[in-house]
């Protein structure tokens, strides 16, 4: 008997013991598959890069990179608003290839004169591999629908009047824009808005509260003046009348419940007290 206890002892010592390897081997096994990165995953992951490399940028973290894009940039819409687009373009084109026809005759010269066999210049840029696969190709489409779908709802929304005091705002915005289209052509626009990009941010980092109180006054100004314009208006008076209607009646079951719950309890405490006087 006590041999038998012993085994029985060591087996299921042995059992608990494998159980709990078992068990340990599970979560890892379940988080290696649950952690594996997808596709949509590493889309987010290569999006939020992006992101966080053009934040890095208007915000100066490198300021030779960023005055290097930005002086780029700048020169080439000043070259756009001067001459023609077909102009800018063969004119870049041309200085990249002066450039690199140069450099690669000048290293072909300096290998003939030392004998050396260094090779194409340009040898590990060439081999890099920039072929897009169908499956990133698909993981960008499907991120751009996203938006597209957005903004065709939204577009429709907004023309078709769906809510009167959003297309108002788009209408009084086009107005205004046309304002603007005559005093300004795209290309000045243009250089104005890469300016703002590249001088806003870095402002309101250095002046960040006196900007949100000044923001916040005119935030709660613009607010007060559509919800008057909005109590003005009869349609949307109509709908805030329905959802209090509405909420009403939701309102209703609940307080019948509560007064069920009081009405069972009331009960239970007079059984009690009624047994107790018949007897007496």
Not at 1 to 20: E, Y
Not at 46 to 56: E, L, P, T, Y
Not at 148 to 166: G, Q, S, W, Y
Not at 185 to 203: K, M, R
Request: net charge positive; hydrophobic share 45%.
């Amino acid at each position: 008997m006590a041999n038998l206890r012993h085994g029985g002892v060591v087996s299921g010592h042995s059992v608990l013991s494998i159980s709990s390897s078992s068990s340990g081997a599970d979560p890892t096994s379940a988080g290696g598959g649950g952690g594996s990165p997808g596709t949509s995953p590493a889309l987010g992951a290569k999006i939020c890069g992006s992101f966080c490399a053009v934040h890095d940028l208007i915000f100066w973290r490198d300021v030779k990179k960023t005055g290097f894009v930005f002086g780029t940039t700048l020169i080439m819409l000043l070259s756009l608003a001067a001459f023609s687009v077909i102009s800018v373009v063969s004119y870049l084109i041309l200085a990249l290839l002066s450039v690199t026809i140069s450099f690669r005759v000048y290293k072909s010269v300096i290998q003939a004169v030392q004998k050396s066999e260094e090779g194409h210049p340009f040898k590990a840029y060439l081999d890099v591999d920039i072929t897009l696969s169908s499956e990133a190709f698909h993981n960008y489409m499907n991120a751009a629908m996203v938006h597209v779908n957005k903004a065709l709802k939204l577009i429709i929304r907004l023309f078709l009047v769906e809510d009167l005091v959003d297309s108002s705002k788009l209408a009084v915005f086009m107005w205004l824009m046309t304002y603007v289209g005559a005093v300004f052509n795209g290309i000045t626009l243009l250089i104005l808005a890469e300016l703002l990009v590249f001088s806003v941010p870095i402002v309101y980092e250095k002046y960040k509260t006196q900007i949100d109180h000044y923001v916040g006054i005119v935030r709660d100004q613009t607010k007060s003046i559509v919800e008057k314009i909005q109590a003005k208006l009869p349609g949307i008076a109509k709908k805030k009348k329905k959802k209090k209607k509405k909420r009403i009646n939701t309102w209703k079951p609940e307080m019948q419940q509560l007064l069920k719950h009081h009405l069972i309890v009331i009960m239970m405490l007079l059984v009690p007290w009624r047994t107790c006087s018949v007897s007496a």
